[in-house]
């Protein structure tokens, strides 16, 4: 093995190397190299370049580089939505690819965008000249491979995660040192509706699946109703702190799975620093490239695939929308599509969208039709098993009316009425009469 010998520069130094109209690539979530952020950012501040293109998926801490402020100086491109662009992005002083989360990576690699400079953050290197991307592999991976130029952050709060996540240090052309915290994720305590939810999901999850849970409040609330299943496995694009309890307990050993028996395969993880711990060192988490997690047909063959994933609302025929709030962008695809295809064709998978039936404003999460301007994630072909705190339903292979009924069926019973009255002005008498 020829190991490169590297030197350490300051953060300053190293991003002397973009310039006006570069892309920079930021790895994600807990791992963003906010040293370098702060570095560009100033530069940019001082006006020492122009369009700068930033692309990332979901991140955590603050995103100067997306806010008007910074206009000029970066043109912001997302791959995800998060909390921390969100309002820029509405005020459209930022921007979103929208794009399957399995194709993020497919962007670079497929030269539909250019990578000029891949900022990422990495563990020290081990003895044989490997440093490991610890929480994000995604499509950070194919940015490493495609940039001209990678810089990164070494850093001993990174996890040593194994699978695609270690590279060999020679893949790195700048390195940087910081010992920062990876920042971590808050999760608030289930409500009784979310609870409610995660007992129709837990319902339907049979011993032996293997689990793939998406971003918001549902995954966590399901994950604690599961303490009785037993041979559960995880393929999954994210996990976070609610899988930990059941690893221990011994619920999920992946013993079932077709695909890396025994392992929890992820893409990138949003948890607390116990999330972090777990999965350094541990042999049983592979970190893996985000065009083999998430693609459907790796997915499908994963015995009793369950993915569950969340919407901000849904049409009484079976229309998701999961990625806006009428016209305004509050999320992204991610890996939704992606899993509820690839549950839908694995042998006794399952795929399901669970939300609570209205919004914390009482506004039902169930409409005639999606907002003005909402986007469907989801179509109404791909849809199968549809779940609120009143029950779980199953389109699939069911009409428009009967849709219309099973899902009025989940409401909550204040919109009920409203909801049957819409069915009937769309579907005429036709609809109240029940076939048998
Ligand atoms: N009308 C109006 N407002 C609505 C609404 C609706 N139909 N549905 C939700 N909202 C509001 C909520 O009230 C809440 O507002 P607040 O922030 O002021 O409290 C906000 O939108 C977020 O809703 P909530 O239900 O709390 O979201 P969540 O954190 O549970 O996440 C998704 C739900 C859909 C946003 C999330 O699952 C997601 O981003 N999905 C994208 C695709 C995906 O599933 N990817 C897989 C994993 S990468």
Not at 102 to 118: I, N
Not at 181 to 205: D, N, R, S, V
Not at 220 to 233: I, K
Not at 353 to 369: D, H, R
Request: charged fraction near 20%; glycine fraction near 8%; charge should be negative.
């Amino acid at each position: 093995m020829t190991q490169k010998t590297y030197k350490i520069v300051s953060p300053q130094e190293a991003v002397k190397i973009i310039k006006s109209g570069d892309h920079v690539h930021l790895s994600s979530v807990a791992s963003v190299p906010q040293c370098l952020v702060d570095a560009m950012v100033e530069r940019g501040r001082r006006g020492e370049f122009s369009n700068v293109y930033v692309h990332h998926l979901h991140t955590e801490g603050p995103a100067p580089y997306a806010s008007a402020e910074l206009e000029k100086a970066f043109q912001h491109d997302a791959f995800f939505v998060g909390a921390n662009v969100r309002k820029d992005v509405q005020a459209g002083f930022a921007d979103y690819i929208p794009v399957m989360l399995s194709e993020t990576q497919k962007l670079y690699r497929g030269g539909y965008l250019p990578c000029d400079v891949a900022m990422i953050q990495v563990c020290p290197p081990d003895e044989h000249g490997y440093v490991s991307m610890g929480t994000s592999v995604d499509a950070t991976l194919a940015a490493v491979e495609t940039a001209k130029t990678v810089i990164a952050v070494v850093n001993p709060c990174v996890p040593r995660s194994f699978g695609d996540a270690l590279i060999p240090v020679s893949m790195i052309d700048v390195f940087v040192e910081d010992n920062t915290p990876l920042m971590p994720a808050h999760f608030t305590q289930p409500t009784t509706e979310e609870i409610a939810i995660g007992k129709h999901c837990a319902g339907l999850i049979e011993d032996g699946a293997c689990l793939q849970m998406g971003i918001g409040a549902i995954p966590n609330a399901v994950l604690t109703q599961l303490t009785t299943h037993q041979n559960l496995g995880i393929h999954t694009e994210m996990f976070a702190d609610g899988v930990l309890p059941l690893v221990e307990s011994g619920v999920i050993n992946g013993k079932n799975k077709k695909l890396d028996n025994g392992k929890m395969v992820s893409t990138f993880l949003m948890g607390s620093q116990k999330v972090y711990d777990f999965i350094h060192n541990n042999p049983r988490v592979a970190m893996m490239d985000v065009a083999y997690t998430n693609d459907p047909f790796i997915i499908a063959q994963q015995p009793k695939m369950t993915a569950i994933n969340s919407a901000l609302q849904i049409d009484i025929t079976g229309q998701v929308c999961a990625d806006s709030l009428g016209t305004k962008f509050f999320s992204g695809v991610g890996g939704q599509v992606d899993f509820i295809y690839g549950a839908s064709r694995s042998e006794g998978g399952k795929s399901i969208i669970a939300m609570p039936s209205t919004t914390n404003k009482g506004i039902s999460k169930i409409a005639p039709t999606l907002n003005l301007g909402a986007g469907v994630v989801t179509t109404r072909n791909h849809i199968h098993w549809f779940v609120t705190e009143f029950g779980a339903v199953n389109l699939y292979g069911k009409s428009l009316q009967e849709r219309a009924r099973l899902l009025i069926s989940v409401a909550h019973p204040d919109h009920r009425e409203e909801l049957d009255r819409a069915a009937f002005e769309r579907y005429g008498s036709h609809y109240h009469f029940v076939r048998k």
